[in-house]
């Protein structure tokens, strides 16, 4: 029961599977062009405004998908050629694609699976792990803004020409239900607090809307392509869930757990910073290989009770393990988003 049916499973059967089909269901149905074309609209005649865009861009796409690459290759194909063509180097274009998708899995209401599980280990409201997010996600997002600002102030960037970009009443015009939707989202998860119903019921009124409104309906091989997108996806999560689980029992079972606190704690001594440093290393190291959520549940297993010991808050202590593990999307050698980019 704790093992291969355990905390990651339960997790992912209860709530993951419906915001996976959501998300899925937003980019079918055209959401990918709607968030760009919103961003472009918003910030595309600032200095550096193309990368502006792209950041902007991959923080809406990532809130809804919470799946890094698939954010990189969704956003970065439209952001990338326009950031080269507007003045910036290629690499500096796509690093910025890559920083601003890798953010978005910590950027509420989705965070991809890993806020469920996070949610599962800490006995709390998926709810309250999303709000708790928000101001970790507001503060990576407004620095990567300035670090952007700044490069483009440098290198004397300019915008986009009003007359090459996208309206924002038209685009509001075709795709108002998108916002709809994710408002019915948010209203169920933060007020009814009914997270596994949630995307479900968010899915079905866009499927709907989407066939009154949308002037690319949907056919009977759309809905065979959704189902094989969803299938292929379930699968890939649930193997590699269920592997972290039978870790999850093996360790609980052989005492690593208890005994792995221990030593750090008597490594770092009453040192609360060293312990974070050492913690924020192992994340790191960890995430090289891993996905953020089969690393975040390694963390949250071997480190996070380390540092609950020396009374720091459970669920920032969870977070803070989330956020390095997550980074190590854009850290050499393995750096996946990069490579995307």
């Known amino acids: 029961s704790e093992s291969l049916l355990g905390i990651p499973i339960q997790a992912f059967a209860e709530t993951v599977i419906g915001f996976l089909v959501f998300g899925t269901a937003l980019m079918m149905t055209g959401a990918g062009k709607f968030f760009i074309d919103i961003s472009f609209a918003a910030c595309g005649t600032f200095r550096g405004g193309a990368a502006k865009v792209c950041i902007f861009a991959s923080a809406l796409l990532g809130m809804m998908s919470g799946s890094i690459v698939s954010n990189v290759l969704t956003a970065g194909t439209l952001t990338i050629p326009v950031m080269k063509k507007t003045g910036f180097r290629g690499s500096y274009a796509a690093a910025i694609e890559a920083c601003a998708s890798t953010g978005a899995v910590l950027a509420p209401p989705v965070m991809g699976a890993t806020a469920f599980v996070m949610a599962q280990f800490l006995g709390l409201s998926y709810a309250e792990v999303a709000v708790a997010a928000i101001i970790p996600a507001l503060l990576y997002y407004i620095g990567l803004f300035i670090q952007?600002?700044?490069?483009?102030?440098?290198?004397?960037?300019?915008?986009?020409?009003?007359?090459?970009?996208?309206?924002?009443?038209r685009a509001l015009r075709e795709g108002w239900y998108y916002l709809f939707v994710i408002g019915l989202l948010l209203f169920m998860l933060?007020?009814?607090?009914?997270?596994?119903?949630?995307?479900?019921?968010?899915?079905?009124?866009?499927?709907?809307?989407?066939?009154?409104?949308?002037?690319?309906?949907?056919t009977w091989a759309t809905v065979i392509r959704f189902l094989e997108v969803n299938g292929?996806?379930?699968?890939?999560?649930?193997?590699?869930?269920?592997?972290?689980?039978?870790?999850?029992?093996?360790?609980s079972l052989t005492g690593v757990i208890s005994s792995l606190a221990n030593d750090l704690l008597a490594l770092a001594g009453d040192n609360a910073w060293l312990l974070l440093a050492m913690t924020a290393l192992t994340s790191l190291i960890l995430g090289l290989g891993?996905?953020?959520?089969?690393?975040?549940?390694?963390?949250?297993?071997?480190?996070?009770?380390?540092?609950?010991?020396?009374?720091?808050?459970?669920?920032?202590v969870h977070l803070f393990v989330f956020y390095w593990g997550m980074l190590s999307s854009i850290t050499p050698p393995v750096a996946i988003a990069s490579f995307a980019a």
């Open 290 to 316: 891993l996905t953020t959520t089969a690393c975040y549940i390694f963390l949250a297993i071997l480190v996070a009770p380390a540092l609950e010991k020396m009374g720091l808050n459970a669920l920032a």
């Open 148 to 169: 952007v600002d700044a490069y483009a102030a440098r290198h004397r960037l300019r915008g986009l020409p009003r007359a090459e970009l996208p309206s924002a009443w």
């Open 232 to 251: 292929r996806t379930f699968v890939e999560l649930a193997g590699i869930l269920a592997g972290c689980g039978l870790l999850i029992g093996a360790f």
């Open 190 to 218: 933060l007020i009814m607090k009914r997270e596994s119903h949630a995307p479900f019921y968010a899915t079905a009124l866009l499927l709907v809307i989407n066939q009154a409104f949308n002037r690319d309906k949907w």
